[in-house]
């Protein structure tokens, strides 16, 4: 992908800095993009080029060193994108096709910042914890794949990656048991479960997406 005509962005609340350009996905703009969630199909239902023109700036991170960003050194053609934030939005450009530029906003990788996307369990605290014991999931044991609720980490032996961890957030999501709430609302409470945080390095298993909404990304739009 070509990558002219942008100008430096500003983020809110960071001092780390991107730019920001216009890309028409309709177009072959050879470019891997890289995706990591799934999606809920929030904007599959709805054509509309107006919707389109509401889109806030996709976010993206690309191999290019924060230093070369922050003094606009940037190199002519780009050829990974990883998605950060849009994946909805970036879902329903590639459905319908849509003939026409969107914002997107590039930050180098290593600026990136990934946290657990709390969650917020829909049972008693002690339903969740004897769902968390029925899948072998126990607080005797330590591991680098966890899931932390009311100070205490719980985990399964025979989790062994990232992946498996998630699976089972996925499994938990599916059967209800946990809604997705933003790391930033004001109604975060004790019932909040937190999972291993996901690293940017982990993105990029083939063929493999991560439940929705499990990552909160940094620097936010």
Not at 120 to 132: H, M, R, Y
Request: aromatic share 10%.
């Amino acid at each position: 992908m070509r990558i002219n005509n942008f100008e430096k962005f500003t983020f809110n609340n960071s001092e780390i800095r991107g730019i920001k350009l216009l890309v028409n996905f309709s177009l072959k703009n050879n470019v891997e993009i890289i995706l990591h969630e799934e999606t809920q199909d929030k904007y599959q239902q709805l054509k509309s080029i107006d919707v389109v023109k509401s889109f806030p700036p996709l976010l993206f991170s690309v191999d290019i060193d924060s230093a070369d960003i922050n003094s606009l050194n940037i190199p002519k053609e780009v050829n990974t994108l990883t998605l950060l934030d849009g994946h909805h939005r970036l879902e329903h450009l590639s459905l319908y096709k849509y003939d026409h530029p969107v914002p997107v906003v590039l930050i180098a990788n290593q600026d990136v910042s990934v946290e657990s996307y709390n969650s917020e369990i829909n049972t008693d605290e002690d339903e969740f914890v004897d769902t968390l014991l029925q899948n072998n999931y126990n607080n005797l044991i330590s591991s680098e794949y966890c899931i932390t609720f009311q100070n205490t980490t719980y985990v399964n032996e025979d989790v062994k990656s990232i992946y498996d961890l998630y699976d089972f957030k996925r499994k938990l999501i599916k059967q209800e048991i946990i809604t997705p709430v933003q790391n930033d609302s004001v109604d975060a409470s004790t019932n909040i479960v937190d999972f291993t945080p996901i690293k940017l390095e982990e993105f990029y298993k083939e063929k493999y997406l991560f439940p929705p909404k499990s990552t909160w990304i940094s620097p936010r739009i």
